[in-house]
């Protein structure tokens, strides 16, 4: 299994020069992440990330979490680390004070994030379902629900969980049979089944509060009919038990030490959350954050993979150059000298540090929906926010579940053998572009309702930021043509939208058939203008004679790799989506089998 090391340089090049978080943090008045904070939490959060949580990462697989009637063990070293996790603070890092947290901003959680779930993603659930459960109980819960649980969901006391699958329908949630009956005291007894709760049971709290999906007896039909409930695992008043359970845990192909469990409800009480029948606008607020973090799983356990295949790929003696001997003192050359070699690895450091790069924008634009003081600036915040959710989500898990299969392919037959760890990884991906909503309806979401269903506001939003930038640099002496590749790509964006918008109008099934390749075309161009943007702060570091020259030439070289390299599958995606529906839908369902 790859040691996991913090990659603190390229974070602090992001945070530092990139995106200048301090002075972010200085125009919102979060004067509390001061430079010194910000340097504190990379430094003790790597080491906690490091020596804690890494070396469960392997042992956490091999034992998986236990079952036994209902109660749920997870594996040796979890809740010892968990308590750990919480007496160190870091649980309650970016929540509001008001109920315990040290009230830092959104972004400095989620970096803390990517090394938690780099280092161990079946860990990191725990925690990060928390947060989202803290998310919507503030933002839509009454003032009492506010203050009976999230004192104790800071704290870590308590964790959180999100209840939206049944077995008969996924996505579809319009079809939950969950039932919520009123009663004389108010609150609700909650009856049905939940399947694919992540953190729905364990051992590492003392409570677990459930935010669940239900249907009153006189909710109208489909998505219009559904409420959100907090469901407690022992009462906050009595401490008693709830009328519900763990019926069983599921046998997963990866994440194996993340209990994801079905529970059952007989009756529960629960407590209406917001409106009656907008539930799923409540969810939202919980299912967006969780998406993002569903993004980030792809960045990092590509960043986990990546460490493993160029430590090996480095060590590993294989063949001799094809231009002459590089270690002619050696039996044969370490097998990065090989040009397929080389095109995985700077494949996995692309992908990499443009999804980092692309996490760390939307984690500023997190801040400033949060804490900007300027309605117009939260709201354009919000609209970007909303129209890069789906993206990040999709794009980032499909580009890195292609990381970590590239990672096991460097190590050649030993990456299929479990004692290295590259196999896990790859496990542990395959989840991500599934759970949190399917890549393909992230992508419905993407083109069917935030460009479409905005009349292409939402991806304007977007497309006037690279337009502007391109008009900046257009005569930047080194990165001009790149420049120029990525303006002739952000129009061509625009008119590709209005061609699946004008044959939409005449057949619906063009953007079910064009969302995917959709979502992908718009990730390439977003990770090329936030690679020009890294790429123009290492020029000027390299001009300038400040800061690592190595590293900066390492950053110019993967941003020309990328534009010529990776950038150009872009035309693949824009002629698949450009093919329409017909050579989709034709065939007969019938026919599928024969």
Known sequence: MPDYKAPLRDMRFLIDHVFDFHGHYAALGATDASPDMVGAILEEGAKFCENVLSPLNRSGDEEGCHFDNGVVTTPKGFKEAFAQYVEGGWHGLAADPAYGGQGLPMSLGLVLAEMISSSNTSWGMYPGLTHGAMSAIRAHGTEEQKNTYLSKLTAGQWTGTMCLTEAHCGTDLGLIKTRAVPQADGSYAVTGSKIFISAGEHDMSENIIHLVLAKLPDAPAGTKGISLFIVPKFHADSGERNAMACGSIEHKMGIKASATCVLNF??????????????????????????????????????????????????RLQMRSLTGAKAPEKAADPIIVHPDVRRMLLTMKAFNEGNRALTYFCAQLLDTAHLSGEEGQRQEAEDLLAFLTPICKAFMTETGLEVTNHGMQVFGGHGYIREWGMEQLVRDCRIAPIYEGTNGIQALDLLGRKVLGSQGKLLRGFTRIVHKFCAANAEHPQLKAHVAQLNELNQQWGELTVKVGMAAMKNPDEVGAAALDYLMYSGYIILAYLWLRMALVAQEQLDSGSGDADYARGKLATCEFYFKRLLPRTAAHRAAVEAGSECLMSLPAELFAL
Do not use: P
């Not at 009656?276 to 993002?292: E, P, Q, S, V, W």
């Not at 973090?293 to 480095?314: P, V």
């Open 266 to 315: 007989d009756g529960a009480r629960g407590f209406l959350i917001g409106e009656a029948n907008k539930g799923l606008n409540c969810m939202f607020t919980m299912m967006n954050h969780a998406r993002l973090g569903t993004g980030m799983q792809g960045l990092c356990l590509g960043e986990a993979s990546f460490q493993g295949a160029i430590k090996y790929a480095n060590d």
